[in-house]
């Protein structure tokens, strides 16, 4: 099949977050079994900044409303995977990648591009596969100018939607206010680019099948989006996501202290802790005492400020936390407010370090994940590879990735609290510390690191998902 896939962002090339790995695991699976996949993306300044031989493909302009800005198409393959940037200096060309006043526009300009780009180079896919809010037009737009290709929508975090004034329509979208009108588009009293992609999609799929179920009960709600979802419910699939084992296995992994597999976990996860704690400052790096981890970014969606309600309780359990991530400042204040005054037991890196990241994986016993919402989630599924188990609330993809101890004594690979009761995490943190040094979690450990989440697996529900939408 060919396949075209639209997005906001990609490994190796430009990430802020999961979506990023699942676009570069994914179209590597695909290619890997035979398909053909070009990903179209945006030709960001840190995009440009990355060394590389991008090649010139196209050129034109692209009428957008009253404008007409030129756009170049650039290419590069990576492990047989071929990409294709929108280059714009007007819109790409910034320091950031997203949150500007003008995302509407930026994003509504780059998918008139792709649309173009598609058309131009008779690129013909059998399968356009969009995914978030920023690609959300693509298939409408495909659609309006006469081409009706088979299209999925993947929702990786629903609580993005890419909003605009319906005024604009028009200006920012060269569509006709019909689909405004007629509710295509429509989302409380918005235009929505993420609605326009479920109500317009052959198909939507999120990346969990609790997080599906979850979408369509409007549990946690995101303005509401979920009574669309819910009107597409017999197109609706939740496809958990796979792993790159290629770049997280503990056993060639080249940026952690000590290579290990499961016959020798003990041994290489011990060194790693010693060489986690002394990097991180840590004056006593004392292998013996329980060290939780935390990889994100640190935002109330990941549940940040349960964690800060429960660094007392490590601290009083004599217990180490080590905090990676970037996000909301307050946040970021109040986790280093007690790494200065709890130095013994709390250390934070404010940014984003994929080496320490390792590290943390490699090194910590537990991995705290205590989200409020979570489409898939990909820390807690590193964490079990490398043997540090997971403790997470039960929502979303935590749910269906993570076997826990309350319920599975015998499968079981982490922890997973109730979401919907606060105290709960609380809970689990004494729980874990007095499990701690008993031999009772290694068979959790075994257990975790066998667990198989490898895309080569989890790729074959998209092919068949992609099949069956041909066959329609
Ligand atoms: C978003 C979601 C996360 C998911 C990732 C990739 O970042 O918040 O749960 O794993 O997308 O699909």
Not at 98 to 112: H, K, V, W
Not at 411 to 422: C, I, K, L, M, Q
Request: glycine share 8%.
């Amino acid at each position: 099949m060919r396949i075209i896939f639209v997005a906001g962002e990609s490994s190796p090339f430009v990430k802020t977050g999961g979506l990023a790995d699942v676009i570069w695991g994914l179209s590597k699976a695909l290619v890997r079994k035979g398909h053909k996949v070009s990903v179209f993306l945006p030709f960001y300044r840190q995009v440009k900044k990355t060394p590389d031989n991008y090649q010139w493909f196209d050129a034109f302009d692209v009428a957008q409303g009253w404008r007409m800005t030129h756009a170049n198409i650039l290419y590069d393959q990576r492990d047989g995977v071929d990409f294709y940037f929108v280059e714009s200096d007007q819109y790409f060309g910034r320091e950031g990648i997203y949150g500007y006043d003008d995302d509407a526009e930026r994003f509504a300009f780059f998918s008139l591009a792709v649309k173009k780009a598609i058309i131009h180079k008779r690129f013909n896919p059998d399968i356009v596969h969009a995914h978030d809010w920023h690609a959300g037009l693509v298939p409408l737009m495909l659609a309006d100018a006469g081409l009706k290709f088979r299209s999925v929508i993947t929702i990786h975090n629903p609580a993005f939607q890419g909003y605009f004034n319906p005024m604009q329509l028009g200006d920012l979208t060269n569509l006709a206010s019909v689909y405004y009108g007629s509710g295509l588009i429509r989302f409380n009293g918005m235009v929505s680019m993420l609605k326009a992609g479920i109500s317009t999609c052959d198909a939507v799929t999120t990346v969990s099948k609790t997080h599906a179920k979850e979408l369509m009960a409007d549990k946690v709600s995101f303005n509401g989006i979920g009574s669309v979802i819910a009107g597409r419910h017999s197109d609706l699939y939740g496809i958990v996501n796979g792993l790159d084992y290629d770049e997280f296995c503990p056993e060639k992994d080249e940026l952690i202290e000590k290579t290990y597999d499961i016959n020798n976990y003990k041994t290489g996860k011990k060194a790693n802790k010693v060489a986690l704690l002394r990097h991180m400052g840590f004056t006593h790096p004392n292998s013996g005492q329980p060290v939780f981890g935390v990889v994100t970014r640190l935002t109330s969606q990941k549940g940040i400020d349960r964690i800060l309600r429960v660094i007392p309780e490590i601290i009083e359990n004599r217990g180490k936390i080590v905090i990676l991530g970037q996000g909301e400042w307050d946040l970021e204040q109040s986790l280093e407010w007690y790494a200065k005054n709890f130095p013994e037991s709390v250390k934070v890196y404010i940014g984003y370090n994929n080496k320490l990241a390792h590290l943390i994986y490699a090194g910590s016993d537990f991995f705290l994940m205590p989200s409020r919402f979570e489409p898939c989630g990909l820390g807690q599924i590193i964490a079990m590879h490398y043997g540090c188990l997971p403790i997470v609330s039960k929502v979303g993809g935590l749910s269906d990735t993570v076997f826990s101890f309350y319920d599975h004594r015998e499968n079981a690979t982490g922890f997973a609290f109730d979401n919907w009761d606060e105290n709960c995490f609380d809970y689990s943190i004494g729980y874990v510390c007095n499990m701690y040094g008993e031999k009772k979690l290694n068979p959790l450990i075994e257990n975790a690191m066998k667990m198989d989440f490898s895309w080569d697996k989890q790729v074959d529900k998209y092919i068949e998902l992609y099949k069956s939408l041909l066959k329609r």
